[in-house]
């Protein structure tokens, strides 16, 4: 699968209990995670995260998520997480409290989200996430994310607002032919993006897939010399064949 270090042994534990507290079916978990990263090639540290965990789900599905959390890394280089941030190479040491809401999987309108508050590196991040959807019926849903962070960095005098606004579709005609399209707008990469996909089962294990990507930059006049509308575009069609027994 996909993992977020490369190239590292990452010794991982954690241990949970939950047990339901109301004769309706509410339900408490807790939990403590805690992960290490070392560099395969020096042996050396390369991260770290402590995460003590605890949850609230109701009957109908509902799960709110208290976590308390702890991460160290150790950066070998200074990397930029937005264009006008940046955080130095050495060791950093962050703590960070973050709530979460899990919307059920019952009612056609729902809203979950997630809000983040404490350390980030050597300086300090706060979040805010909006993520409400629309279940039509069952060959329409509309969702989005609403993003807006800020990251602070007293020390260099760094302090940027980082604005996001995600819009998904999928939409199915029949079991065989589906459409799924990802809208999105990026405020400090000043770049708006569109990923419409397109399935087709012919049967079993036979899919057809028409993707179509396209880049728009939004301030085209952020440079001495204009910017292209377009940043870039690409249409790819695809068919994929199962073999087997």
């Given at each position: 699968g996909y993992v977020e270090r490369g190239d590292a042994i990452q010794p991982l534990a954690e241990l949970g209990y939950?047990?339901?507290?109301?004769?309706?079916?509410?339900?408490?978990?807790?939990s403590v995670t805690s992960a290490f990263a070392y560099r395969n090639a020096a042996g050396t540290f390369e991260g770290s995260l402590a995460t003590a965990a605890l949850e609230y789900e109701l009957p109908g599905g509902t799960l709110w998520t208290l976590a308390l959390t702890r991460q160290e890394d150790d950066l070998l280089r200074p990397f930029t997480p937005v264009p006008d941030a940046s955080v130095p190479a050495g060791r950093h040491t962050a703590g960070f409290v973050e709530l979460k809401l899990k919307a059920s999987t019952g009612p056609r309108v729902v809203v979950g989200g997630t809000a983040r508050a404490g350390e980030y590196y050597d300086g300090e991040l706060y979040s805010l996430l909006?993520?409400?959807?629309w279940r039509a019926s069952a060959y329409l849903?509309?969702?989005a994310d609403l993003q807006l962070d800020r990251l602070e960095f007293p020390e260099r005098g760094q302090r940027v607002w980082s604005r996001l606004a995600r819009l998904r579709v999928l939409a199915s005609a029949s079991p065989r032919l589906s459409l799924s399209a990802v809208l999105q707008a990026n405020g400090v990469a000043d770049l708006a993006t569109a990923n419409l996909r397109l399935r087709y089962s012919v049967r079993e294990g036979h899919d057809l897939w028409v993707v179509y990507n396209h880049d728009e930059n939004l301030d085209r006049d952020r440079a001495e010399t204009p910017i292209p509308g377009t940043a870039r575009s690409g249409l790819l069609v695809k068919y994929t064949r199962s073999f087997g027994r």
């Open positions: 939950g047990w339901v507290v109301s004769s309706a079916g509410h339900q408490v978990r807790g909006l993520s409400p959807e849903r509309v969702s």
